[in-house]
């Protein structure tokens, strides 16, 4: 058993504790019941984009066993739960008509949380475009697509805001553009161009704040944020040439979507060097005031650090140096002190705002051995990080709730099914069958401590 060198009584009472699953990656049931095609749909159809050659189609098959996956939630103990409605599944052509049985999916979703004592904490938006939106109109690439954002925002405010208090906006605006147009490593993924990229991040923190202007004059007491992926970063060594790229990294992958959401500012020294390569988004008179759109949280995804090394041959001048700390078998550093450093960050320069962890969690080797799962590399990573939200808690941080990614093993995008990060072990070999694994039983007792 992992020491756990605190308990759930040291946190304040009201704080939520959670696990997170995104719609693309455990619902399966892609185009079933009037569900229509996302640029996700198109994209793993494409050959070698998924490592194992794998899909969504099927992933946990949640979208019909979602009872007994509820059922897991309330064994587990926790008293929130992150998931994201899946656009397409309830406006198929985007916006204008909605697919009823893809609302009564999450109506019913919902109340069951509910009646079980659960929060729903729903992200608008995990990565599953309408693909007619792509087709339409470019998708995050044109200026539309922040009214269409907003009405969509609006929508699913009117369908589920009686009873969803808590609204996550966008997830992970850096890996919806950057992994998609300078990587080509997500969906769309058919273009590659750094300006555009620039382009899309802009358009994403733009249609972020419509959503939240729009749902705050529908419900002023709605609380509503951004998840953001938060890496900690730090030079390989006191090279000053490493240094400045440690702060290059810094802006490229944090700054850039805290800073403006803050400040109405995007990060100096990054749009400097932009705009002197022409990369610089094209922003209109009024566009920053409007990101400052004074939203109430700020969710965190917070995995590891990264160390910056100086680097001519790379666009933005630096790479990722080998990890040093002790890692995931993905040689993901487990450093929860990173986390404790990053909270403590956005907490003094970005606003003072609550802060919810909305994704922290790890790969492991998950062996299925005589029906069990011993994952300790996985339980000890989440009891460090839960140490860690202590000790920020205790430095003064607004921190209101941690969510583990994730609650079982999923589709893990271009990964496939070639990695693990659940609670849950999901039997592909025999009908997907849900098996607790030693870090459920861990995070289950620190839950009833
Ligand atoms: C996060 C994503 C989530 C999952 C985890 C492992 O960055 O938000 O969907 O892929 O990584």
Same mark, same amino acid.
């Given at each position: 058993m992992i020491d756990l060198k605190t308990s759930k009584k040291d946190f304040p009472k009201d704080f939520y504790w959670g696990v997170a699953t995104s719609s693309?990656?455990?619902?399966?049931?892609?185009?079933?019941?009037?569900?229509?095609?996302?640029?996700?749909?198109?994209?793993?159809?494409?050959?070698?984009?998924?490592?194992?050659?794998?899909?969504?189609?099927?992933a946990c098959d949640h979208y019909h066993r979602w009872q007994e996956d509820i059922e897991l939630l309330a064994d587990l103990g926790v008293n929130a739960y992150r998931f994201s409605i899946s656009w397409p599944r309830v406006f198929p052509k985007g916006t204008d008509e909605k697919n009823q049985k893809g609302i009564d999916f999450?109506?019913?979703?919902?109340?069951k949380l509910l009646k079980k004592g659960i929060?729903?904490?729903?992200?608008?938006?995990?990565? +599953?475009?309408?693909?007619i939106l792509q087709d339409k109109y470019n998708g995050w690439e044109s200026r539309d697509i922040i009214q269409i954002f907003g009405d969509y925002a609006e929508q699913l405010f009117n369908e589920f805001g009686d009873r969803v208090k808590h609204w996550i906006t966008l997830n992970q605006p850096l890996r919806i553009s950057h992994r998609s147009y300078i990587d080509n490593n997500a969906a769309p993924g058919t273009k590659k161009s750094v300006q555009l990229s620039f382009q899309v991040a802009h358009h994403l923190l733009l249609a972020h704040a419509e959503a939240v202007k729009r749902i705050k004059?529908?419900?002023?007491?709605?609380?509503?944020?951004?998840?953001?992926?938060?890496?900690?970063?730090?030079?390989?060594?006191?090279?000053?040439?490493?240094?400045?790229?440690?702060?290059?990294?810094?802006?490229?992958?944090? +700054?850039?979507?805290?800073?403006?959401?803050?400040?109405g500012e995007y990060p100096e020294e990054l749009h400097h060097f932009l705009q002197e390569r022409n990369w610089a988004p094209v922003i209109l008179p009024g566009d920053m005031q409007k990101i400052l759109c004074g939203h109430d949280f700020w969710g965190v995804n917070y995995y590891s650090r990264s160390l910056a090394v100086f680097d001519t041959t790379k666009p933005f001048m630096f790479s990722e140096a080998e990890p040093v700390l002790e890692c995931t078998p993905q040689k993901m550093e487990i450093y929860p002190e990173g986390l404790v450093r990053s909270l403590k960050k956005i907490h003094e320069n970005y606003g003072m705002k609550d802060i919810y962890i909305t994704e922290n969690g790890s790969d492991d080797f998950d062996i299925l051995n005589n029906g069990e799962v011993k994952d300790d590399v996985r339980a000890g990573y989440i009891a460090r990080h839960i140490e860690g939200c202590l000790k920020a808690l205790q430095e003064g941080v607004n921190l209101k709730g941690y969510f583990v990614w994730s609650l079982m093993d999923n589709f893990e995008w271009v990964k496939g099914y070639t990695i693990r990060y659940g609670l849950v072990y999901i039997d592909r070999n025999n009908n997907l069958k849900r098996i607790p694994k030693k870090s459920f039983y861990d995070y289950q007792r620190f839950l009833n401590s």
């Open positions: 693309y990656q455990v619902e399966g049931a892609d185009l079933e019941d009037g569900k229509g095609p996302s640029i996700w749909t198109t994209f793993v159809k494409r050959n070698g984009t998924i490592e194992d050659g794998t899909d969504g189609m099927i999450y109506n019913k979703l919902i109340d929060t729903p904490f729903v992200t608008m938006y995990h990565y +599953e475009l309408p693909q004059k529908l419900d002023a007491e709605a609380k509503i944020g951004i998840s953001n992926s938060t890496i900690f970063v730090e030079p390989v060594n006191e090279d000053p040439k490493n240094i400045a790229a440690a702060r290059m990294m810094d802006q490229f992958y944090n +700054e850039w979507f805290y800073k403006p959401l803050a400040t």
